[in-house]
């Protein structure tokens, strides 16, 4: 079955989380009263933290599924399976949150088959209901059960969209880049280099992101910055840190690549 697991604690050892605005508020909100929630942004820019986090906060089994093009319905609700010569049946990440009231996490929803949606609908209604058609049953979802899923709108392309009518079942949130000193607090935080150096850092990713479009893809993730901060804070020099890290892992075009590395010597000198 697809989906990891993480046991929440309490407040006091959630993952650190810096927030941007209401963002936790509006998720409590969404939890306590059972509605599902949609994380919008840029890959790496701390949906999957803030999940975790969250899910902490409100002391909740948190259920991660990394979606992906060959995720069916059945990896996420179940399928019999043979064990010791017996069929039996095996839940999926999607069912075990539903029964056990906890948070079920869709990471990149879109980039799952369509017939996953499908599934998700009964669940992001007033009905709450997982339908099981192997089984015959009709799950209620357990107090405590939330869905929440997330998605790059920067990727969407024709054929990997949220349908309107999907869309329209969840609370949304949009994830952006933080502002510079809260990014400079965050990567700070997680990689242990002091804030000087880490502020130099950050400036060359937001020159990096506004690339993106032209040279790049995608702009550098707030994820990246911190492995370069990390690199930099056990000793790596900085050029070769921002190369393995800001760099090689946003373009494999050589051409591109010299140009980033011309911006580089331009912020560090």
């Known amino acids: 079955m697809e989906g990891s697991v993480s046991l929440a604690k309490g407040a006091a050892d959630a993952p650190f989380y810096l927030p941007q605005g209401d963002e936790c508020s509006v998720f409590e ?9 949609l994380l919008k942004g840029p890959t790496g820019c701390g949906k999957t933290r803030f999940v975790a986090h969250m899910a902490e906060k409100l002391g909740r089994k948190l259920y991660t599924v990394a979606c992906h093009d060959d995720l069916s319905a059945a990896d996420l609700i179940g399928r019999y399976l043979l064990k010791g ?34 599934v998700l609908h009964p669940l992001t209604d007033d009905r709450r209901t997982l339908p099981i058609d192997r089984t015959s049953e009709e799950l209620a979802a357990a107090p405590g059960f939330m869905l929440v899923a997330s998605y790059n709108p920067g990727y969407q392309n024709i054929l990997k969209t949220l349908k309107p009518s999907t869309r329209q079942r969840f609370i949304s949130l949009e994830f952006k880049f933080p502002p510079v000193d809260l990014e400079v607090e965050v990567v700070a935080e997680e990689s242990g280099l002091d804030r000087d150096r880490v502020t130099a850092l950050v400036r060359l990713a937001g020159k990096l992101r506004a690339l993106k479009g032209q040279d790049l893809e995608e702009g550098v993730s707030t994820r990246l910055v911190v492995y370069a901060a990390t690199l930099v804070a056990q000793g790596m020099p900085v050029d070769r840190a921002i190369l393995a890290a800001m760099i090689e892992p946003l373009t494999d075009d050589e051409d591109v690549k010299r140009g980033l590395l011309d911006l580089v010597t331009a912020v560090f000198g």
């Open 29 to 37: 909100a969404a939890y306590e009263n059972g509605l599902p929630v």
């Open 85 to 118: 010569g017996e069929t039996v049946w095996v839940d999926g990440p999607l069912t075990r949150a539903v029964r056990e009231g906890a948070i079920c996490y869709l990471d990149e929803v879109v980039e799952a088959r369509k017939d996953v949606t499908v």
